[in-house]
């Protein structure tokens, strides 16, 4: 009874999916990432969000497992990428420093079509490539070493930065890392959580920052969420936060520019 009702799950969630694409029903939300220094705002973080017919929004991690397992997930970062494009593009021509980061999938990277799709969104939308920023997750850079590096490789050549997402939960190899140019590491949620407790989460932050500097990376650290992480990371020497602290995800009408 048990599976049975995780596979209907799975089903129901599925077709919700479907349905958004369809209906172009799913909804974006920005949380703003902050340098750590001045507090000034470097950028927002575009997150998809889905809404059940109770008016909540569904689990972002169930609907991405669902849609990585369907095969849905492709389809799913292309509306995001270019809705997120479309949205931001007045904010961001209004406020040139600010960055926009978008997430992709492990499954996309790896595409033949990866590259020529973001150009085309670019070229679409009119959004300036040296304003968004791609953001793929470690474990997904090291599926795909080979083709990862050229993905990256192009992004840059069109003008797109590339960041290292939850850095540190997988492989944290220097070895790899030295051979992908990318601009940005960000350090998981799980290592600020214990950064105020744990001596050994504060020296494995520590490694990571000095070691991104070596390489011309910045550092942004995910999930903060109280003021004694902001002191540490600072002293730490950490570029940029995002996280409830000083900053929730919000739909873009209600985004404030501080």
Known sequence: MQMYDELQKKYLTERSLQQALENNSFELFYQPQYNITDKKLIGYEALMRL??????????????NVAERSGLIIKIDCWVLKNALIQMKPIVLANPELELSVNVSGRHLPRDSF???ISLF?????????????????????RHMKKAV?????????????ALDDFGTGYSSLNYLSEIPVDCLKIDKSFADGIASSTKDR??????????????CKVVCEGVEKEDQISILKELGCDSVQGFVWGRPLP???LTLY
Do not use: R
């Open 252 to 254: 873009l009408e209600k």
């Open 203 to 216: 020296k494995f932050i520590d490694v990571i920052i000095k070691l991104a500097h070596m390489m011309d």
């Open 150 to 162: 050229d993905i990256v490789n192009g992004l840059k050549n069109i003008g797109v930065k590339v």
């Open 51 to 64: 809404k059940e017919e109770d008016g909540s929004y569904a689990s972002t991690q169930e609907l991405i």
């Open 122 to 142: 670019l070229k679409e939308t009119g959004f300036p490539a040296k304003n968004l920023k791609i953001e793929v997750t470690e474990s997904s850079f090291i």
């Open 115 to 117: 590259l020529s799709e």
